[in-house]
């Protein structure tokens, strides 16, 4: 059984929802049994959801009527490019309007009271794929194909962190078994919702921005599927973000982690949170293009047979490098953890940390939107010490930007950190920072946001990734 998921502009138009279609066809028929489809919406629809939730919450009465109308002019041209059965697209179009309505009426109620709960903002941000799995399996029985619309709030239960929600795994595997596998038996393909859930009462969930990639693997794994495909629009995983490295290549084949290493990262082709729920259990992912489906994609295992030395470089953006230091931490055990504990406090995640050897200092880097509640929540922390002056101060950089060096082959190879300084040294790119993570997958390195383009491009360059 393969559980294929389709991104947003795999289902951007009614044109590449027939692809789908088409794509899902050939698959039931080479596999010899239907596959199990997850969409994202149509690319761009949850912004313009999302925004009009936020602008009904600000004061605005305009705009999410106007969203509501674009919305529906996109998906009602997209059901007569894909659905070719008059009857079908009717009652189809018919679906879609009230769906709108109910946005619409739930905008207006976000407007009346003036404020938007995540609880509220994960209700409207999941109507996209609501919309777009119902044209899917539309296109599909327009092709002669047996399809069915399934909500994943029927199936994948999460608990209520709305906005980010995680799945219960036991509670997701008996529904999502219950409700696919006589579909899949019946020789239904079951169209399902990525990005949403619901939690144990009924009320929906999202998983993050993004996540229609995990909504496929949790689906993957609670079946249990043989594979689980993402449709993107690019070959598979690439050495370098296409946008930025234009000489970027296809990776024929990565592994788990360093995958998980690529996509923390920053890079968007995977949702960080997609190889775990099918890692522990050795189910394959292929990453694979809707727009030139010949192309065998990359393969994401466990296996490292002959591993190139680098995988990958990627960068995360709009970052703060943040320092507590001061001669009186010297020697006193305990300080890293009152740090750590401070910025858990403020519900910030820590994307980096580095202590010199003096023990003078600590610093750690995070996303510049938690810099303000990080270093409040520090400077808290360490009050006393701060006005008894065994800490200096507490203080931030903003505008830097990481940059990941991924690969399993530098385990134990001597020289690779080297050449990576040697060639931003060589472009005059100062290293604010580095760190190295115990699996020595992942060469860490802090800069200045300017530099971050130009360092990814030198370090491609240096390791030969364009010729791989
Ligand atoms: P989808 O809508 O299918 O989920 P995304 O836009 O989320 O697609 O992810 C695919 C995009 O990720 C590609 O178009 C590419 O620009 C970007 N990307 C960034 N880094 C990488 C990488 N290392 N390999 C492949 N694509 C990458
Ligand atoms: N549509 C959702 C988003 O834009 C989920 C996804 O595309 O994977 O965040
Ligand atoms: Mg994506």
């Known amino acids: 059984m ?27 028929q080479e596999v010899g049994s239907p596959p199990v489809v997850v969409v994202s919406a149509m690319s761009g629809v949850t912004d313009s959801l999302r925004r009009a939730a936020r602008t009904a919450a600000a004061g605005d009465r305009e705009t999410f009527s106007i969203v509501r109308d674009e919305l529906e002019q996109r998906h009602r041209q ?9 009857e079908l697209a009717r009652s189809l179009q018919a679906e879609v309007h009230s769906l709108l309505d109910w946005l619409e009426t739930l905008c207006q109620s976000i407007y009346t009271l003036g404020e938007l709960t995540p609880r509220g ?4 941000s999941g109507l996209g794929e609501r919309l777009s799995a119902r044209i899917t399996a539309a296109a599909m029985k327009s092709q002669g194909l047996k399809a069915q619309t399934v909500e994943a709030t029927e199936i994948i239960v999460t608990d209520d962190n ?11 595997t008996r529904k999502t078994k219950a409700r696919l596998l006589p579909l899949v038996e019946g020789g239904i393909i079951p169209v399902v919702t990525g990005f949403i859930g619901a939690t144990v009462d009924g009320v929906p969930t999202t998983l993050g921005r993004g996540s229609s990639d995990y909504s496929a693997t949790i689906l993957g794994r609670c079946l249990p599927a043989d594979e689980v495909w ?36 920053g890079a968007k082709v995977l949702h960080p949170r997609t190889i775990q729920p099918v890692a522990e259990e050795g189910i394959p992912i292929r990453v694979r293009n809707s727009f030139n489906p010949e192309h065998p994609g990359t393969l994401i295992s466990n296996d490292l047979a002959d591993s190139p030395l680098i995988k990958g470089i990627t960068a995360i953006r709009d970052l703060s490098i943040v320092t507590v230091e001061g001669r009186g931490m010297l020697g006193v055990p305990g300080v890293a953890g009152r740090v750590f504990t401070a910025v858990a406090r403020s519900g910030t995640s820590i994307l980096m940390i580095t202590q010199s050897s003096s023990e003078q ?6 996303r510049t939107v938690d810099t303000p509640s990080v270093v409040q929540e520090v400077e808290r922390e360490f009050e006393l010490e701060l006005l008894r002056g065994d ?32 060639a931003l040294a060589d472009r005059e790119i100062n290293i604010i920072s580095i760190a190295q993570g115990s699996s020595e997958y992942n060469l860490s390195l802090v800069v200045a946001q300017r530099d971050v383009d130009e360092g990814v491009r030198a370090i491609h360059k240096q390791f030969g990734l364009d010729k791989i």
């Open 391 to 422: 800490i200096d101060r507490v203080h931030s950089q903003d505008e830097v930007a990481i940059i990941a060096v991924v690969g399993a082959g530098m385990l134990g190879r001597p020289g690779i950190a080297s050449r990576v300084f040697g």
């Open 230 to 265: 993402i449709w993107t629009d690019v070959d598979g995983v690439m050495t370098a973000d296409p946008r930025i490295v234009p000489e970027a290549r296809t990776l024929p084949q990565i592994s788990y982690a360093e995958v998980a290493e690529l996509s923390f990262f």
């Open 78 to 86: 997209a059901i007569q490019d894909c659905v070719s059965d008059g």
């Open 162 to 172: 709305f906005g980010r929600a995680s799945p219960l795994l036991e509670e997701t």
């Open 361 to 366: 200092n600590i610093c750690f880097v995070v």
């Open 2 to 28: 393969i559980v294929m998921k389709f991104g947003g502009t795999s289902v951007g138009t009614g044109e590449r929802i027939a692809n789908v279609a088409r794509i899902a066809a050939q698959v039931a």
């Open 121 to 124: 903002m994960d209700a409207v």
